[in-house]
């Protein structure tokens, strides 16, 4: 009887420290969450001056993911000049590899860079531009563009002399839309990746390409306007 009467006694105070025991861990585990949630959301904010000989602007940045906000505030505003300087650009980033492995005689030269594509990579990608075109689709060059390049990846691969390469900037669209292989042709280093910026402000847009070291570091590369106001 004794026995009884203490796990009667008992059993409220057991119950309490379990209740107050499973409150205790689901309020640490919602803390835990909003910890996570609030990293994932975060905004990182960056400010810097750049000064030109007239005026000087304020850059601020935000940081979303792979999507970056640049805000470049013209302090002075309407003052002097009577025009706002103000301009915000949006930035998406992708980052492509560079395929070391890749050999082939098809290449073009920017700068001290020599950049390799598979030429039946290069053919297979005219023959669908050169479909979409003829159901009517847009794209950035016209079908004779797209033919003259065939016909230059074709003679590479069948070993022939090399047609005149013509005057196309094709690096921008090949790089997006092929496997490409980039080697310095004076200290033979080849680039971990290819990072694009996909920009966009309120009066142009384009693509901006850099060159990632082994060691990390970002060089300028080649740029590509899509269009500008």
């Known amino acids: 009887m004794p026995s009884q009467m203490l796990q009667r006694c008992l059993q409220p105070k057991l119950t ?31 400010s810097d001056t750049t ?20 805000h470049f505030i013209d302090p002075d505003s309407t003052k002097g000049d009577k025009f706002d300087d103000s ?27 020599k950049v390799f594509f598979n030429p039946e990579e290069v053919i297979n990608y005219c023959d669908k531009s050169i479909s979409m ?20 990846a074709a003679s590479c691969l069948a070993g022939q002399e090399k047609a005149n390469p013509f005057d196309y900037d094709w690096l921008p669209a090949l790089l997006i839309n092929c496997k490409f292989s980039i080697i310095n042709t004076k200290t033979y280093e080849k680039p971990k990746a290819v990072l694009v910026e996909y920009y966009r402000t309120e009066f142009s847009g384009g693509k901006n390409f850099y060159l990632v070291t082994q060691k990390g570091d970002t060089l300028n590369f080649v740029h590509d306007m899509d269009y500008i106001n």
């Open 16 to 46: 309490m420290r379990l209740f107050t025991t499973i409150l205790l861990l689901t309020f640490l585990l919602g803390c835990n969450q909003t910890k996570k949630q609030n990293q994932n959301n975060k905004t990182i904010v960056t």
């Open 51 to 70: 000064k030109n000989e007239d005026d000087s602007l304020i850059l601020t940045v935000e940081k979303h993911g792979d999507t970056v906000y640049k």
């Open 87 to 113: 301009y915000h650009v949006k930035s998406i980033y992708k980052t492509i590899p560079n395929n070391v492995n890749l050999t082939s005689n098809l290449f073009f030269i920017e700068d001290d860079y």
């Open 133 to 152: 075109i003829k159901k009517g689709e847009n794209l950035d060059y016209n079908e004779k563009s797209f033919e003259a390049l065939r016909q230059f």
